[in-house]
């Protein structure tokens, strides 16, 4: 059986066939999926899906491009949420300093220290929780680790989501007690030390996954992804890890199953 450890089903690029989708899926081999939120709207879909298909678990966080509008008060929906049957981590929470120039009103370090103070935070409502942590990270490898660190997120756990680091980094994130994320980047032609750190990261400590609807693995990049796409990325995976793809798949289901503390 395949674990999908983070997709968006919540997502409006699924408006159209969500429910046939997701039924084809389950009957094809797709065992699990966390759907993850992106933001406090996106909290209560995803606990719809969680709670209409046995399949689907919820993670709930508030993703660091999504912090408009977030303050003390509407934290608090994000700990009453993660109350909430199903809710198997906290996510996707981390930094992302892609896009920092888009901010008029803010500076470049204005925006890094809201994202840190935010990211801090989430991982402390994990920490009283007692959930997992799901990390988005994207050209901030060393504030994230740092903050990971201070936070003592190890304790936690959890995963470093769409892993785009030096295989160097992966190695100390595992070391910290992470689990690391691939999905489709890994097929990429051009993805060469993402691959480098999946050759890299023990087999106990990978996890795939699909991020739908955004990075389909080839031969289908650039379209809209979905989770029927994860055997690409298994049998890329399994190339790098020179298993087969049985091994692999039963080796991520029992990961996921480990991460987000469910039965297998
Ligand atoms: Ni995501």
Excluded at 122 to 132: F, G, K, M, T, V
Excluded at 172 to 188: L, N, P, Q, R, W
Aim: a negative charge; proline letters at 4%; one cysteine or more.
């Amino acid at each position: 059986m395949i674990f999908d450890t983070h997709a968006h089903y919540d997502d409006r690029r699924f408006d159209e066939d969500r429910e046939e989708l997701l039924s084809g899926l389950f009957k094809s081999g797709i065992g699990r999926i966390v759907n993850v939120a992106s933001g406090l709207p996106s909290i209560q879909t995803t606990l719809s899906l969680a709670k209409a298909y046995p399949e689907i678990y919820a993670a709930v966080g508030v993703h660091p491009e999504e912090l408009s509008g977030l303050n003390e008060e509407t934290i608090e929906q994000v700990r009453q949420a993660a109350a909430c049957e199903k809710v198997v981590a906290i996510g996707e929470i981390g930094l992302d300093y892609y896009y920092l120039g888009d901010d008029e009103k803010k500076s470049p370090e204005q925006c890094k220290e809201e994202q840190k103070y935010w990211f801090g935070k989430q991982l402390e409502l994990a920490r009283d929780c007692h959930l997992p942590v799901i990390i988005h990270s994207r050209e901030a490898a060393k504030d994230t680790y740092d903050l990971l660190e201070q936070h003592h997120a190890g304790e936690m756990g959890g995963v470093i989501h769409c892993y785009s680091y030096s295989k160097e980094m992966a190695q100390e994130y595992v070391k910290m007690g992470f689990y690391i994320g691939f999905g489709g980047v890994v097929t990429f032609s051009n993805a060469k030390k993402v691959r480098e750190a999946a050759a890299a990261v023990p087999l106990e400590r990978i996890v795939i996954e699909t991020d739908c609807p955004y990075l389909a693995p080839v031969p289908n990049r650039g379209k809209r992804n979905s989770s029927a796409n994860l055997p690409y990325v298994l049998e890329t995976l399994a190339e790098i890890k020179e298993c087969s793809v049985e091994e692999l798949e039963e080796a991520t289901w029992k990961n996921a199953c480990d991460l987000y503390g469910l039965e297998e």
